[in-house]
């Protein structure tokens, strides 16, 4: 079971607006530790989409927006396009694990 | 341009050390940044392995620990992954990775299969 939580999938129809969550604890978001959020469509590694919460990297539509509330964060993703079906994780780092990095189980995109 | 490429035995037989290695262009590794390994279970989510920094420094993931090193090679432009006794639970995809000071991993290799069988 992971550190980070989030709901296994979300699905939403094209041009619509989906949040994916990401529920922590006080050993990591709630200690002050950024979230990032990833990208990972089939067959593919891992794209980094939001860094810090709510920065998008380089390159990415601001479509994917993330946010914050207490001990939790949120990947947003308005206006729905088939091209982003597949896995999204969150991450952070964790003080009870010697600062480790730690993932989110992982949340499947379907698109309607 | 940053780019990183996992190399390294596509088999392991079972109870032996997997080394593989992480070959990084565009970026000179002795420059800045951690250097990581997250592994991947097909089917399944993402796992840190662990992380170097460019002095040298060391961070494991906890759980695997007493199993792993990670080793930096400036001369070449590389880095390394040692993982002994293997068994079939460390089937995975292995990523190498960039990550700044507790951020977030900003460039990924391709990702390197490996089986783990007799």
């Known amino acids: 079971q992971s550190v980070l939580t989030q709901p296994p999938s979300v699905s939403g129809a094209p041009g619509q607006r989906v949040t994916i969550s990401c529920t922590g604890s006080?050993?990591?978001?709630?200690?002050?530790?950024?979230v990032h959020w990833y990208q990972q469509l089939p067959g593919a590694a891992p794209r980094l989409l939001i860094f810090g919460y709510t920065n998008r990297q380089s390159g990415v539509p601001d479509r994917f927006s993330g946010s914050k509330s207490g001990t939790s964060a949120s990947l947003a993703i308005t206006g729905l396009q088939a091209e982003d079906e597949g896995d999204y994780y969150c991450?952070?780092?964790?003080?009870?694990?010697?600062?480790?990095?730690?993932f989110g189980g992982g949340t499947k995109l379907t698109v309607l | 341009h940053v780019q990183l490429q996992e190399s390294g035995p596509g088999l392991v037989r079972p109870s032996e050390t997997l080394s593989l290695t992480c070959s990084v262009s565009g970026y000179s590794i002795n420059s800045g940044f951690y250097w990581g390994w997250i592994r991947q279970p097909p089917g399944e989510g993402l796992e840190w392995i662990g992380n170097i920094y460019h002095s040298g420094t060391t961070y494991y993931n906890p759980s695997l620990k007493s199993r792993v090193t990670i080793s930096l090679d400036p001369s070449k432009n590389q880095f390394s992954l040692k993982l002994t006794s293997m068994t079939a639970a460390d089937m995975a995809f292995y990523y190498c990775?960039?990550?700044?000071?507790?951020?977030?991993?900003?460039?990924w290799g391709q990702g390197a299969l490996v089986t783990v069988s007799s």
């Open positions: 006080s050993s990591n978001i709630g200690a002050g530790y950024d």
């Open positions: 990775a960039r990550a700044e000071f507790w951020s977030g991993f900003d460039y």
């Open positions: 991450q952070s780092y964790d003080s009870g694990l010697s600062s480790s990095a730690i």
